[in-house]
């Protein structure tokens, strides 16, 4: 009978969570608002200079400032329906290939009068393109063009010294990197490196194949790892014995928690990270 | 049987009028707008997925006779994991009728088709036995788990993974399309029907083979087409949801609680609490999203992970005291 009466009470004090007439948020509305359920489209929106319309973000945002200041409205797996309809934005933005949506999600959005732009980045190309293609649909067509070639220029002030063998890995054990075809070696290779993966997409490495390539540069990308993990990479790349190694092989570990992440300003602080690593190697040879 | 079934509706219906009034943004009786949103996102489909996962968790423990069977035991929740996640091989992409299904109608498929599959390995003769059935669920649980783990390893770029998250840990899907949540709800409402129909039947199984036989009961007969149509309801459950943990494993328990082992009426006490309980943890998980700290959606299978597991640890101690 005690635990009958026990989960009662438990009933009980759940149901009167529902009756505390309490406002928790009040969020911002905007009639032109937007809400970016992707952190690499938030920095597109922020170059194009479209700061003040941001009204929501997702769980997974970058920006912290913007994270703190917006509320939250989930993932574009899990919307937070409810916070969409309290601020009414224009706009919502998501990551993702347009046949792959979730199909309840332009249902939803449809009847919430809500106009769903779906941005999609792989490649280095593609961000300059969202750039302009975001800013098509939002109305500032000319804004985005000048965006992308700002971009540009400040992805094109180092001019590469020649060609050097590099690896980029992606965690503290080597296992993951990234090879060709995809946003890094983009990267990488407009620093004037040389991708020592030949396989395409993001292939997955062990120590004896690791010990088969010559890279001069190993760029391990730890988006924020402590000091302990650092060390852990530079160890692991201390101990593998590259082929035809002649010198010490240089280890660039960066850390800023959005170093993985396809946005403007991740692309432009990575590409002047690799190219200075990239020209100061060429100048030790 | 009638009262019972009234009795229990009104105990579910005051735990979701109770729940429409928890928010991510207010706590309190919304305006229409957001009330309806509330009734057609979450308190109806996490109603139609707790009492889905109740009722077939009562049949499998009764089929069973083994009080720690749950509804994902013959491999549907890591069938629909595996569909779900093959939905997403870029090899799919390009081929234009499967583009064409959501990844919800994959995870039906792949749910059903496993089950199909264990079902017809666990069948000897037309013979059905409950260890058997246990045993090759895990195997294929652990298989399909295994190809997952394998596909993971080999694509593990894959674009959009969040979904497979949702096909791991669980939870109500708000992105699923409203075809899909119709349909779903079809095939657990006929399911449910079945099952209450079939519930006496569960009670027989119960005194064992020779008595059932003695009485005139088709035990193997009833057992293969309980365990069908359980598998049936998890699925349509599983499609829209993914494997939400410990509702069809706990419920059936906190009912006995209140009705004893009679299989009719746990039936629709179990079902009316695994919808009360998974509307609550829904709920719960609305809510915490304001609570700043937290600053995200929580999966509800995380929330009836955490509140379940504990839960059922002290059932099993108490069992054992017993």
């Given at each position: 009978m005690?635990?009958?009466n026990f989960?009662?009470l438990i009933?009980?004090?759940i149901t009167t969570?529902?009756c505390?007439n309490?406002e928790?948020?009040?969020p911002?509305?905007r009639?032109d608002?937007i809400?970016?359920l992707?952190p690499?489209?938030?920095?597109?929106?922020v170059?194009?200079g479209?700061y003040?319309r941001?009204?929501?973000?997702?769980?997974?945002?970058?920006n912290a400032s913007?994270k703190s200041?917006?509320p939250v409205v989930?993932?574009y797996?899990?919307i937070?329906?409810?916070?969409?309809?309290v601020?009414?934005?224009?706009?919502?933005?998501v990551q993702?290939?347009?046949?792959r949506?979730p199909?309840?999600l332009?249902?939803?959005?449809q009847?919430l009068g809500?106009?769903?732009?779906?941005?999609?980045?792989?490649?280095l190309d593609d961000i300059?393109?969202?750039l302009?293609?975001?800013?098509?649909?939002?109305g500032v067509?000319?804004t985005?063009l000048?965006?992308a070639?700002k971009?540009?220029?400040?992805?094109?002030t180092?001019?590469?010294?020649?060609?050097i063998p590099a690896?980029?890995?992606?965690?503290e054990s080597g296992?993951?990197?990234a090879?060709?075809?995809?946003?890094?070696?983009d990267?990488l290779?407009?620093?004037g490196?040389?991708?020592v993966i030949t396989t395409?997409?993001y292939p997955?490495?062990?120590r004896?194949?690791l010990?088969t390539?010559a890279p001069q540069i190993?760029?391990?990308l730890l988006?924020g790892?402590?000091?302990?993990?650092?060390?852990?990479a530079?160890q692991m790349?201390d101990?593998?014995?590259?082929s035809g190694?002649s010198?010490?092989?240089?280890?660039?570990?960066i850390?800023?928690?959005?170093?993985?992440?396809?946005?403007?300003?991740n692309?432009i602080?990575?590409?002047?990270e690799m190219?200075?690593e990239?020209?100061?190697?060429?100048?030790?040879? | 049987m009638?009262?019972?079934?009234?009795i229990?509706?009104?105990?579910?219906s005051l735990?979701?009028?109770?729940?429409?009034?928890v928010g991510s943004r207010s706590?309190?009786w919304p305006?229409?707008?957001?009330l309806?949103?509330?009734?057609y996102?979450?308190?109806?489909?996490?109603?139609l997925?707790?009492s889905?996962?109740?009722?077939a968790?009562?049949?499998y423990q009764a089929?069973?006779r083994n009080?720690?069977?749950?509804?994902?035991?013959?491999g549907?929740?890591s069938?629909?994991?595996?569909?779900?996640?093959?939905?997403?091989?870029?090899v799919f992409?390009?081929?234009g009728?499967?583009?064409?299904l959501?990844?919800?109608?994959?995870?039906?498929?792949?749910a059903?088709g496993?089950?199909t599959l264990?079902?017809?390995?666990?069948?000897s003769?037309?013979?059905?036995?409950?260890v058997?059935?246990i045993?090759?669920?895990?195997?294929?649980n652990s298989i399909?788990g295994?190809v997952f783990?394998?596909?993971n390893s080999i694509?593990?770029?894959l674009?959009?993974?969040?979904?497979?998250l949702?096909?791991m840990?669980g939870d109500?899907?708000t992105?699923?399309?409203?075809q899909?949540?119709?349909l779903?709800?079809?095939?657990i409402?006929?399911?449910?029907v079945?099952l209450?129909?079939?519930s006496?039947?569960l009670?027989?199984?119960?005194?064992?083979?020779?008595?059932?036989s003695s009485l005139?009961?088709?035990?193997?007969?009833?057992?293969?087409l309980?365990?069908?149509i359980?598998?049936?309801v998890?699925?349509a459950?599983?499609?829209i949801?993914?494997?939400?943990g410990f509702?069809?494993?706990?419920?059936p328990?906190?009912?006995r609680?209140f009705?004893?082992?009679?299989?009719?009426?746990?039936?629709i006490?179990a079902?009316?609490?695994?919808?009360?309980?998974?509307?609550?943890?829904?709920?719960?998980s609305r809510y915490?999203?304001s609570v700043?700290f937290i600053?995200?959606?929580l999966?509800?299978?995380?929330i009836?992970?955490i509140l379940?597991g504990?839960?059922?640890?002290?059932?099993l101690?108490r069992h054992?005291?017993?």
């Amino acid at each position: 009978m005690g635990q009958r009466n026990f989960v009662f009470l438990i009933l009980l004090l759940i149901t009167t969570i529902g009756c505390d007439n309490n406002e928790v948020h009040k969020p911002q509305s905007r009639p032109d608002g937007i809400v970016s359920l992707s952190p690499a489209a938030t920095d597109l929106l922020v170059h194009l200079g479209l700061y003040d319309r941001i009204v929501g973000v997702s769980s997974y945002e970058a920006n912290a400032s913007l994270k703190s200041r917006l509320p939250v409205v989930g993932d574009y797996q899990r919307i937070d329906w409810e916070t969409l309809v309290v601020i009414r934005p224009r706009y919502l933005i998501v990551q993702g290939r347009s046949d792959r949506m979730p199909p309840g999600l332009s249902e939803r959005c449809q009847s919430l009068g809500i106009q769903l732009i779906d941005i999609q980045i792989d490649r280095l190309d593609d961000i300059l393109m969202m750039l302009v293609r975001l800013a098509q649909a939002l109305g500032v067509e000319q804004t985005g063009l000048n965006a992308a070639r700002k971009v540009q220029i400040q992805m094109d002030t180092v001019i590469p010294s020649g060609k050097i063998p590099a690896l980029i890995l992606l965690n503290e054990s080597g296992k993951f990197s990234a090879g060709k075809q995809t946003f890094l070696d983009d990267l990488l290779t407009r620093a004037g490196g040389e991708n020592v993966i030949t396989t395409s997409g993001y292939p997955t490495l062990d120590r004896e194949f690791l010990a088969t390539l010559a890279p001069q540069i190993v760029f391990v990308l730890l988006p924020g790892a402590d000091d302990k993990t650092v060390d852990q990479a530079r160890q692991m790349v201390d101990q593998i014995r590259f082929s035809g190694q002649s010198k010490k092989t240089r280890i660039r570990v960066i850390r800023r928690p959005d170093v993985l992440l396809p946005s403007c300003t991740n692309a432009i602080q990575l590409f002047r990270e690799m190219s200075d690593e990239i020209r100061e190697k060429g100048l030790q040879k | 049987m009638f009262v019972l079934l009234l009795i229990s509706s009104g105990v579910w219906s005051l735990v979701a009028i109770a729940c429409l009034m928890v928010g991510s943004r207010s706590v309190g009786w919304p305006e229409y707008e957001i009330l309806s949103l509330r009734l057609y996102n979450h308190v109806l489909p996490a109603s139609l997925i707790g009492s889905a996962l109740a009722c077939a968790g009562v049949t499998y423990q009764a089929i069973l006779r083994n009080p720690l069977a749950d509804p994902y035991l013959l491999g549907t929740s890591s069938g629909a994991m595996l569909a779900a996640y093959i939905y997403r091989l870029p090899v799919f992409a390009t081929v234009g009728w499967i583009s064409a299904l959501t990844p919800h109608t994959f995870a039906l498929l792949g749910a059903l088709g496993i089950t199909t599959l264990v079902l017809i390995l666990c069948g000897s003769r037309g013979v059905i036995h409950p260890v058997t059935v246990i045993l090759v669920g895990a195997i294929i649980n652990s298989i399909c788990g295994a190809v997952f783990l394998l596909l993971n390893s080999i694509f593990w770029d894959l674009q959009g993974t969040g979904g497979i998250l949702t096909f791991m840990v669980g939870d109500i899907q708000t992105t699923a399309s409203w075809q899909q949540i119709y349909l779903s709800a079809l095939g657990i409402g006929i399911g449910w029907v079945l099952l209450v129909v079939l519930s006496p039947f569960l009670n027989v199984i119960r005194l064992g083979e020779d008595e059932a036989s003695s009485l005139g009961v088709k035990i193997q007969r009833i057992r293969g087409l309980g365990l069908i149509i359980a598998s049936g309801v998890t699925a349509a459950a599983v499609a829209i949801s993914g494997p939400i943990g410990f509702i069809g494993l706990i419920c059936p328990h906190i009912a006995r609680w209140f009705c004893g082992n009679d299989n009719r009426r746990l039936m629709i006490v179990a079902t009316a609490l695994g919808a009360s309980v998974l509307t609550m943890a829904d709920a719960l998980s609305r809510y915490l999203l304001s609570v700043q700290f937290i600053h995200t959606i929580l999966p509800i299978g995380v929330i009836t992970a955490i509140l379940g597991g504990p839960f059922f640890l002290i059932l099993l101690l108490r069992h054992r005291r017993e």
